[in-house]
């Protein structure tokens, strides 16, 4: 399967657009908007929630008839504070206009109006430690499934240290039979820290039909269709994804790979 690795388009305005068309799935949607002051944008959601995610800088939003004000705080995603995130419902529109230079992720999946626009952080998102040794990464849970703010939307950002490796042990979201496991979508936005950074992603399927090793640079966006895909963060450098993730149901459930599956069960 070939396209799984996303390039943006330029530095500037609307550098990512990855529809199911685009991307050959159902649920999962991710814009990313790099934006200088004085720059803005608007859309309809249409029959899509929408969660925007101020990764870095700030601007003014208007969403769902209601004006939220300033948004945003921390000026480099490298800082892990929480981000200011906004929960936009299907047949709304939404307005952003940039106060500083911003990047701004545009997360969307199917609405069904089962929730009221909301802001979603920074209140309410705590950066928390996941895993141990070299597995350890640190998560801010902007929307996850113990969080009941949105129709189908599951998202999170986490922060794995130079290296170290993440989403790992390797394990996957492919299929629909709850509750052994849930049929899940995927993509990660990458950012490295120094920028002139690479990472390491790898999406792969036990019976090897689909088994892409991929090197990542800031702003680049990795789509998972299925399979497994962990990541990795080479000596020297901070690697930072947003990951967007919807299905059928709203819940993550994972099967580790039974070839490392004895990672977890000893970490347990």
């Known amino acids: 399967m070939a396209g799984l690795l996303r390039k943006p388009s330029g530095t500037r305005g609307k550098v990512h657009d990855i529809t199911p068309e685009s991307a050959g799935w159902g649920f999962v949607g991710f814009t990313l908007y790099r934006l200088e002051p004085g720059d803005d944008v608007a859309e309809a959601t249409g029959e899509r ?7 870095e800088g700030r601007a003014t939003v208007e969403a769902a008839g209601q004006d939220w004000g300033e ?19 299907n047949g709304s529109d939404w307005k952003a206009v940039a106060t500083t230079a911003c990047t701004l992720a545009v997360c969307s999946a199917p609405g069904n109006g089962g929730h009221a ?46 290296g170290h490796w993440s989403s790992y042990p390797s394990h996957r979201h492919d299929e629909d039979d709850f509750p052994r ?5 995927e993509t990660y936005y990458h950012r490295l820290n120094p920028g002139q950074g690479f990472g390491i ?16 640079r800031s702003h680049d966006v990795v789509l998972v269709p ?18 967007v993730m919807a299905g059928p149901i709203r819940k993550w459930r994972f099967q580790n790979d039974p070839d490392h599956d004895w990672i977890a069960r000893r970490d347990a």
């Open 181 to 185: 496991m849930t049929y899940l979508e």
């Open 117 to 162: 626009a909301q802001r979603l952080g920074p209140e309410g998102i705590e950066l928390t430690p996941r895993g141990r040794g070299t597995n350890t990464r640190y998560i801010n849970n902007i929307a996850m499934e113990g969080r009941d703010v949105a129709d189908s939307l599951l998202v999170t950002e986490v922060f794995t240290p130079a």
């Open 49 to 55: 929630e929408v969660i925007l995610v101020m990764v």
């Open 201 to 216: 992603q790898r999406v792969y399927t036990e019976d090897g039909t689909l088994d892409e090793t991929m090197a990542v």
């Open 71 to 89: 948004m945003g705080a921390r000026m480099d995603v490298f800082e892990k504070t929480p981000p200011h995130c906004l929960y936009v419902p």
């Open 226 to 243: 299925k399979g497994h895909h962990p990541c990795g963060a080479p000596y020297g450098y901070e690697l930072y994804y947003l990951n």
